[in-house]
């Protein structure tokens, strides 16, 4: 008997351990593994924390990429955490092999209290039903209104006096907040009005103590405070008596005069969570991609004369009048201005998904890194748009240089290797 268990212990191991080798030679040996100097390698994952507080993080990740080819494995505390800016490995993680990754348990937890299941926060399909109630809610004729925007950009112009130097960025990420706030409740907090605004303060903190514990993966808890929750319940406390009010007046109360966001979700739903956790979702999404989209395009237009003037004579045609929508879509400088600003200054530079099952990734492995690499369930891969947009193998030689003309008449295919929506 004991010999017949010890037989079946050394077989079951054999087959475990041999296993383990063959995963252990693909992504081991052929993915590229960060040389460590310290042991557990906690100098690798200090040197990508420090480079996000640092604002070193750009610079980081292209001399990790030059070092060790577009994708390589950081190993710490015996975790592998896969890095990547190869177009064919992101591209399979967001469409190819769709279903074999998702932002997965570490990111969901991080983002838990603050966005609950909605859907910046979800996956399959929690994510399917989040995007089935959101559509319909971002047909053209539901956000092509754009007088209330000229009202927040005139009291913007009140904080730029002439000849004197501001900070756009703060500006810009109180304009973006006005506005947001207004789409989804009908009310704009009116940052803008006021220097010391409380809203701003709240969801600036919540933000900041969210995106740690996003950075620290499984160790999330770590960055969590009392004050988080606190400030979570002020978020609430501002959005209940407009879910309240909306959930009351019912279905059919919002008219195309008073659209706001939170009433129309009420066509669709009543139930207070679920409107919560996709408005949380879109004052995230609405904020700071748009204010930092638009300080780098005036960092870049007060840097380059020429363009400033080509952009100025289009939008000129208008001959003072506010733009319509089709006014908008037909500016072909200014919507080339636009994309190579995110093309240099993506608004989402980094981001991350996990493999929900054992997968593979297409590219990264063998001694060219063509090969596709073992990618164990649960693997972080973290992928960086921004040194994507800049690799002069994808862009041409001019890569690191802001002009906008390289997107008038191109006839070079963007896919995949341009994703500042992704
Ligand atoms: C310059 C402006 C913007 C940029 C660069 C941008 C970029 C992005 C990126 C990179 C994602 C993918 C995130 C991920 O899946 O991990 C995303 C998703 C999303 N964004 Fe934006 N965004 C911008 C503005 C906005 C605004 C103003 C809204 C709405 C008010 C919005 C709503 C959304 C929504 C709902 C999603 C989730 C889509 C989905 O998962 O299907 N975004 N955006």
New binding site residues.
């Given amino acids: 008997m004991l010999i017949t268990i010890c037989a079946v212990l050394c077989l079951t191991w054999f087959i475990w351990f041999s296993r383990g080798l063959s995963r252990r030679k693909v992504t081991a040996l052929d993915l590229p593994r960060y040389r460590n100097r310290y042991p557990l390698g906690l100098d690798g994952l200090y040197r990508f924390y420090r480079s996000l507080y640092d604002d070193t993080f750009y610079e980081t990740m292209q001399s990790l990429y030059s070092e060790y080819g577009h994708t390589f494995n950081l190993r710490a505390l015996g975790i592998d955490f896969y890095f990547t800016d190869d177009p064919e490995n992101i591209k399979a993680m967001?469409a190819t092999q769709y279903d074999d990754f998702g932002?997965g348990p570490a990111f969901n937890a991080a983002f838990y209290p603050f966005l609950g299941d909605g859907?910046?926060n979800?996956d399959k399909i929690v994510?399917q039903s989040?995007?089935h109630l959101?559509r319909p809610l971002?047909a053209r004729e539901r956000i092509s209104h754009l007088d209330f925007f000229e009202r927040h950009f005139q009291l913007l112009l009140n904080h730029i006096p002439d000849g004197e130097t501001v900070d756009l960025l703060g500006l810009f990420m109180r304009l973006?907040l006005d506005?947001?706030t207004e789409?989804?409740t009908g009310d704009s907090v009116g940052s803008l009005k006021n220097d010391e605004n409380e809203f701003a303060v709240v969801f600036d903190a919540v933000q900041l103590t969210t995106a740690r514990r996003a950075s620290l993966g499984r160790l999330y808890f770590l960055a969590s405070t009392v004050g988080y929750r606190k400030n979570l319940d002020k978020l609430e406390d501002f959005l209940k008596p407009y879910i309240e009010e909306s959930i009351k007046l019912g279905r059919g109360s919002n008219n195309d005069n008073s659209y706001h966001?939170t009433a129309a979700l009420c066509e669709y739903t009543t139930d207070h969570k679920v409107i919560r956790d996709?408005i949380m979702?879109?004052?995230l999404?609405?904020?700071d991609?748009?204010a930092?989209?638009?300080s780098w395009t005036f960092y870049e237009l007060a840097r380059s004369q020429p363009i400033w003037t080509l952009l100025r004579n289009e939008v000129s045609k208008l001959r003072g009048q506010k733009p319509t929508f089709d006014n908008l879509k037909s500016m072909k400088y200014l919507q080339a201005v636009?994309s190579e600003t995110?093309r240099l200054y993506?608004?989402?530079p980094h981001?991350?998904?996990a493999s929900m099952k054992e997968t593979t990734l297409p590219r990264g492995g063998g001694p060219d890194g063509n090969e596709p690499v073992i990618c164990p369930k649960g693997t972080t891969i973290n992928f960086t748009?921004h040194t994507m947009h800049t690799r002069e193998d994808l862009w041409g030689p001019d890569a690191s240089i802001f002009r906008p003309e390289r997107w008038l008449n191109s006839s070079t295919s963007t896919s995949w290797i341009y994703?500042?929506?992704?």
Wanted: net charge positive; hydrophobic share 60%; aromatic share 14%.
């Fill in positions: 967001l932002k859907i910046f979800a994510w989040a995007r959101l971002f973006a506005i947001i789409y989804l966001f996709q979702s879109l004052l999404a609405g904020r991609t748009t930092t989209a638009l636009i995110l993506p608004s989402v981001n991350v998904r748009i994703l500042p929506f992704k």
